[in-house]
Each structure stands twice: as structure tokens, then as C-alpha cells.
């Protein structure tokens, strides 16, 4: 199926009006996991398997984790969901219909665009006696470690300065 | 571009709408930040694979942390709101009266 990226594209953009229209936060929770789960296979699709690994791992099963749990802490009696009001159940109609008239509106012009989404993944190297293959994206998140040595070092002491403002700020003093 | 790349755009435009409205909570516009992001980061993830420029895949590895960050503080500040107020609502926070 030749459409499959921009498929997942278009469901992306719904997942996001899901939770863009402001429903109870648990459920807008719930739509960017989803939103999250298809943006994931659209980085695989284009040969990204360690960032689509990456984001799985630290976005989905890190941060949503902890959003999940600091909304159950925060929230109301009776949540509000998509079906409930006119104001939340608009705004996701509203959005739904701009990108159907959109993507319509797209596929009609019938244009020519010269990006090729295949074959993003592997690299082959020639190194020594012999030859040998690599993943491009994981070869370049490791190239992190080599040339953005300072980089590291900057990114470690905000998560560490970090930590202790997040405890500063909930000690409430 | 192609439209692959507007849907991702226009996925950070909604959820840059999203989070400049309030409706009652503010863990909504969090999330909203979560998304744009998220949107950020596979667009990012993308150009580096379709220009065959491995290198530019340290950008979104460093986004993603500097946005953990940001969720972090983000959710403190939530937490202290709520054991201040009880609830998240937008419209307990009227000590700038302006």
C-alpha cells in the first residue's frame, strides 16, 4: 500500500484533535498515547528503529506514565469525555472536518513531489578486509557520545538541577 | 513537502491552539505542550532519515530530554496547585488580579 505514511499522518493529526479539543485531562491522556503509538510507527516506517525505540521507551512508557498517575491525583468526580457537552464534542468535529476537507483538498491537486521514503535505514560500510552494515539512526544517536561529548555533559546537569527544582517546588516553601 | 510533513505541522499547529486556550484544567494545556514535542520530534526524526543525514538525530535525542525536563517542572508546579487548591482549576488562580 503505497498510502500508508500519509495514512498514519492523518490519523496522527486526529489523535492530536482528540486531545487538542480539551476533554477531561485522563482522557486526553489517553488520546496522546495513542497519538504517540502512531507517531511511533511512522518514525519506523522511515527506517528510524532506535528513535522509534527511544520514544517508546522514554516518551509512552516514561513521561505518559507519570502524567497518568499526576492527572489521577488532580482530578474530579464526574470527568468530562468527548460525548459529554457540546463545547468538547465541536471542537473534535470541527477538527475532524478540517483535515477531511484538507487531505481532499490535497490528494485533488495532483502533484509531482520528489521525496523518496524508502530504503532510510541501512547504511553499508567498508571498513578494513570486509564490509559491513549499519543503521543510520543509531549510528547518529550514538555519534552523541563522540562529538557532542559537552553536549551530554550539559543535558546531565539540567536533569540533575532539574531533580532538585522539581523537589523545591513541591516542598512549597 | 510533501503531505506527510504538512499533517505533522498542522498536528503542531492544533496542539499549539490547544494549549493557548484554557478550558477548566491545566494539566489540558500540559498535555497540549506534550504534544507539540512529540510532533517536534517526528518531524525531526524524518528530515534526518529522508536526507540521509544521520548526525541530525542527536536533535531530537536532546529534545526529548530538555522536554522531560520541562514535564517535570511542569507537573511540580501542577502538584503544588493542587495541594494549595484542591483541584487544577484555571480560575483558582487569581492572586494577580490584572
Known amino acids: 500500500m503505497a498510502y500508508v505514511l500519509f495514512t498514519l499522518s492523518v490519523l496522527l493529526v ?12 485522563i482522557y486526553g491522556g489517553l488520546a496522546l498515547i495513542v497519538s504517540g503509538v502512531v507517531g511511533c510507527v511512522i518514525v519506523l516506517n ?18 505518559m506514565v507519570v502524567f497518568g498517575y ?33 487531505v481532499l483538498w ?14 532510510t535505514g541501512d547504511w553499508v560500510i567498508f571498513e578494513g578486509e570486509g564490509s ?10 550514538g555519534a552523541l557520545y563522540d ?10 546537569w539540567t536533569l540533575f538541577v532539574g531533580v532538585y527544582i522539581v523537589i523545591e517546588i513541591v516542598r512549597g516553601n | 513537502m510533501t503531505p506527510t ?37 517526528i518531524m525531526a526524526t524524518l528530515i534526518a532519515s529522508n536526507t540521509h543525514f ?6 531530537p535525542i536532546i529534545l526529548l530530554v530538555f522536554a522531560a525536563c520541562e514535564t517535570a517542572v511542569g507537573l511540580a508546579l501542577l502538584i503544588s496547585i493542587s495541594n494549595t487548591y484542591g483541584l487544577d482549576y484555571v480560575h483558582n488562580l487569581n492572586l494577580l488580579q490584572c
Open chain 2, 54 to 59: 544521520p548526525l541530525v538525530n542527536i536533535m
Open chain 1, 147 to 156: 562529538y557532542g561529548r559537552w553536549l551530554v555533559v550539559v543535558a546531565g
Open chain 2, 5 to 41: 510533513h504538512m499533517n505533522i505541522m498542522l498536528a503542531f499547529t492544533i496542539s499549539l491552539l490547544g494549549m493557548l486556550t484554557y478550558r477548566s484544567h491545566l494539566v489540558a494545556s500540559l498535555l497540549c505542550l506534550e504534544g507539540m514535542m512529540m510532533s517536534l520530534f
Open chain 1, 46 to 63: 522511515c527506517g528510524g528503529v532506535y528513535m522509534g525505540l527511544v520514544m517508546f521507551l522514554v516518551y509512552l512508557g516514561g513521561m
Open chain 1, 106 to 119: 490535497v490528494l485533488s491537486l495532483d502533484e509531482t513531489v520528489v521525496v523518496s521514503f524508502s530504503d
Open chain 1, 70 to 102: 499526576t492527572t489521577a491525583m488532580a482530578i474530579e468526580e464526574y470527568p468530562e469525555t468527548w460525548g459529554s457537552g457540546l463545547e468538547v464534542l465541536g471542537g473534535l468535529l470541527v477538527g475532524l472536518m478540517m483535515e477531511v476537507v484538507l
Open chain 1, 132 to 141: 559491513g552494515l549499519i543503521r543510520g539512526d543509531s549510528i547518529g544517536a
Open chain 1, 14 to 25: 486526529m489523535g492530536f484533535v482528540g486531545f487538542s479539543s480539551k476533554p477531561s485531562p
